[in-house]
């Protein structure tokens, strides 16, 4: 029995020594593990190791050049930068300038999404300058977003789709510096603003959507898309500081005369002329002979425009402007030889370019044998 019990003491005291040197393993163990979690823990991946200055700037370099925009959704939306990390997430909320350019497509997303992703990005981009594109068939949401409040702080408008009724925009826009209005619809004048536009420069219009009392003479940049030869003269002649212009030309039931004086635009530096197919050729000639521009160094224009005697219609515009011409454009199925014709007759225009020319080989031939 005494045997026995003696046994079991030296079993006791086997077991305890195990476990002291089982327990000082575990307690070592322990003590690398919590040095090796430290370490993780102050592990920072480089780009999260960035000033958020730096990671704002890489930020801005994810989105389009404002004032083009970015997707309100999907990968290339500045929203995905929020969902990568919480430090991401606070970055891209703390970068006004991701959420200043705002894009709507119509049939792309639900109403109720929309607004909540306007009121959304507007609250973000705090006090910046804001760009709109609006491409909608939706006369109630436009009209809400027209009503908003940060009107004020919109610096590019562009408004395109079909409309069902006219505006009158009464909300104040001191800083609009451009507007592209391409709006269809079954009225003469959609548009209308109440307040001045003391900003604005640059204006893409569509004929009929052209608004009344339109502040002309500080536009630096105009397009006119569909207007006829009278309505674009009209608008020229009130257009005194325009540098770049591009016209459409439509038919119209001025086609019976055109309207008499001059063009007179003292700083156009780039005039493009363009027409719809179904202009009568002689009025279209006589529009170009309207313009008086010293400025004018790049002309682009398609062939009716210079008819029956281009060369003369060309030497007539540079002799009445007095400009020095850079560069000439002449679009139209022309032939290679007409374009040499015009290189020979205005050697001092360094660049003259004929993008849709074609050869012709029987005047090639005839041009050697003379």
Same mark, same amino acid.
């Not at 045997?3 to 079993?11: G, I, P, Q």
């Not at 909300?171 to 510096?177: A, G, N």
């Given at each position: 029995?005494?045997? &026995?019990?003696?046994?079991?003491? !030296?079993?006791? /005291?086997?077991?305890e020594?195990?476990? @002291?040197? $089982? +327990?000082?393993s575990?307690?070592?163990?322990?003590?690398?593990?919590?040095?090796?979690?430290?370490?993780?823990?102050?592990?920072?991946?480089?780009?999260l190791?960035?000033?958020?200055?730096?990671?704002?700037?890489?930020?801005?370099?994810?989105?389009?050049?404002?004032?083009?925009?970015?997707?309100?959704?999907?990968?290339?939306?500045?929203?995905?930068?929020?969902?990568?990390?919480?430090?991401?997430?606070?970055?891209?909320?703390?970068?006004?300038?991701?959420?200043?350019?705002?894009?709507?497509?119509?049939?792309?997303?639900?109403?109720?999404?929309?607004?909540?992703?306007?009121?959304?990005?507007?609250?973000?981009?705090?006090?910046c300058p804001?760009?709109?594109?609006?491409?909608?068939?939706?006369?109630? &949401?436009?009209?809400?977003?027209? !009503?908003?409040? /940060?009107?004020?702080?919109?610096?590019? @408008?562009? $408004? +395109?789709?079909?409309?069902?009724?006219?505006f009158?925009?009464r909300?104040?826009?001191?800083?609009?510096?451009s507007?592209?209005?391409?709006?269809?619809?079954?009225?003469?004048?959609?548009?209308?603003?109440?307040?001045a536009?003391?900003?604005?420069?640059?204006?893409?219009?569509?004929?009929?959507?052209?608004?009344?009392?339109?502040?002309?003479?500080?536009?630096?940049?105009?397009?006119?898309?569909?207007?006829t030869?009278?309505?674009?003269?009209?608008?020229?002649?009130?257009?005194?500081?325009?540098?770049?212009?591009i016209?459409?030309?439509?038919?119209?039931?001025?086609?019976?005369?055109?309207?008499?004086?001059?063009?007179?635009?003292?700083?156009?530096?780039?005039?493009?002329?363009?027409?719809?197919?179904?202009?009568g050729?002689?009025?279209?000639?006589?529009?170009?002979?309207?313009?008086?521009?010293?400025? $004018?160094?790049?002309?682009?224009?398609?062939?009716?425009?210079?008819?029956?005697?281009?060369?003369?219609?060309?030497?007539?515009?540079?002799?009445?402007?007095?400009?020095?011409?850079?560069?000439?454009?002449?679009?139209?199925?022309?032939?290679?030889?007409?374009?040499?014709?015009?290189?020979?007759a205005f050697?001092?225009?360094?660049?003259?370019?004929?993008?849709?020319?074609?050869?012709?080989?029987?005047?090639?031939?005839?041009?050697?044998?003379?």
């Open positions: 029995m005494l045997d &026995f019990m003696e046994a079991d003491r !030296a079993r006791l /005291s086997d077991l020594t195990q476990i @002291l040197d $089982l +327990e000082r575990l307690s070592a163990l322990r003590t690398e593990q919590a040095r090796v979690r430290e370490r993780l823990d102050a592990y920072k991946f480089p780009v190791a960035l000033p958020n200055e730096v990671t704002s700037e890489i930020f801005m370099r994810f989105i389009p050049t404002y004032p083009d925009a970015p997707p309100l959704i999907g990968i290339d939306s500045p929203t995905t930068l929020t969902h990568v990390c919480r430090q991401w997430r606070d970055v891209a909320l703390a970068t006004p300038m991701l959420w200043r350019s705002i894009e709507f497509l119509d049939n792309v997303y639900r109403r109720t999404v929309m607004r909540c992703v306007f009121a959304d990005w507007i609250k973000r981009s705090r006090s804001l760009s709109i594109s609006v491409y909608i068939d939706d006369d109630e &949401f436009l009209k809400e977003i027209l !009503a908003d409040p /940060s009107t004020v702080r919109w610096e590019h @408008l562009q $408004l +395109e789709g079909y409309i069902h009724s006219s009158e925009i909300s104040p826009l001191p800083m609009l510096h507007l592209k209005l391409v709006l269809y619809g079954a009225f003469t004048h959609a548009f209308t603003f109440h307040d536009l003391p900003q604005l420069r640059t204006a893409v219009l569509y004929g009929s959507t052209i608004p009344p009392g339109f502040p002309w003479v500080q536009l630096t940049c105009l397009t006119l898309h569909a207007v030869m009278n309505e674009c003269v009209e608008i020229l002649a009130q257009t005194l500081n325009l540098v770049r212009c016209v459409d030309l439509i038919g119209g039931s001025e086609m019976d005369g055109l309207t008499t004086g001059k063009v007179d635009l003292p700083f156009l530096e780039s005039l493009v002329l363009r027409e719809d197919s179904d202009m050729q002689t009025l279209t000639e006589e529009f170009l002979d309207l313009f008086v521009v010293p400025a $004018l160094s790049s002309l682009d224009a398609e062939p009716i425009f210079l008819q029956e005697d281009p060369i003369s219609r060309l030497q007539s515009l540079i002799s009445r402007s007095g400009c020095r011409l850079q560069e000439v454009c002449i679009r139209g199925r022309l032939s290679t030889t007409f374009g040499n014709k015009f290189r020979q050697p001092s225009i360094p660049t003259f370019s004929f993008p849709d020319a074609y050869k012709e080989e029987s005047e090639e031939v005839d041009d050697e044998s003379e």
